[in-house]
Nanobody, 126 residues
C-alpha cells in the first residue's frame, strides 16, 4: 500500500494560481488511480478530480472544470493539481487519495477509498 503526503497549499488571492503535489511512497504507485478531494470548514468532504493509473483519463467536478488540471508522473510517484482562477469558495483542506479501483474515487464511494493523505490547506482571499 502507498502512503501519501500533500504539499503546496497556502494563502493566495482570488484569481491566482496554485499547484498542489502529492508524493507517494512505495513501488506500486502506478497501480493506483489517484484523486483529489477537498473539505471546507463545516462541510463534508467533496470530490474534486481523479485520474487513471496511466494518466490517460481524468474527470472533474463541475465546480472546478476548466480551472483545475490533474496530472501524474509515475516516474516520480507524484500526482499534481494545478489550480487556476482560484475563487474564495475553493478555500478548503485538499486531500490526495489513492485507490486501485478508479470508480471508487467518487463522492458516493469515498468511504471505500484505500489511502488518504493528511491534507493541505488552501485559503483563497477575495
Amino acid at each position: 500500500q502507498v502512503q501519501l503526503v500533500e504539499s503546496g497549499g497556502g494563502l493566495v488571492q482570488a484569481g491566482d494560481s496554485l499547484t498542489l503535489s502529492c508524493a507517494a511512497s512505495g513501488r506500486t504507485f502506478s497501480n493506483y488511480a489517484m484523486g483529489w478531494f477537498r473539505q471546507a470548514p463545516g462541510k463534508e468532504r467533496e470530490f474534486v478530480t481523479r485520474i487513471t493509473w496511466s494518466g490517460g483519463s481524468s474527470y472533474y467536478a463541475d465546480s472546478v472544470k476548466g480551472r483545475f488540471t490533474i496530472s501524474r508522473d509515475n516516474a516520480k510517484n507524484t500526482v499534481y493539481l494545478q489550480m487556476n482562477s482560484l475563487k474564495a469558495e475553493d478555500t478548503a483542506v485538499y486531500y490526495c487519495a489513492a485507490d486501485q479501483t478508479y470508480s471508487d474515487l467518487t463522492q458516493a464511494r469515498r468511504r471505500y477509498i484505500e489511502v488518504w493523505g493528511q491534507g493541505t490547506l488552501v485559503t483563497v482571499s477575495s
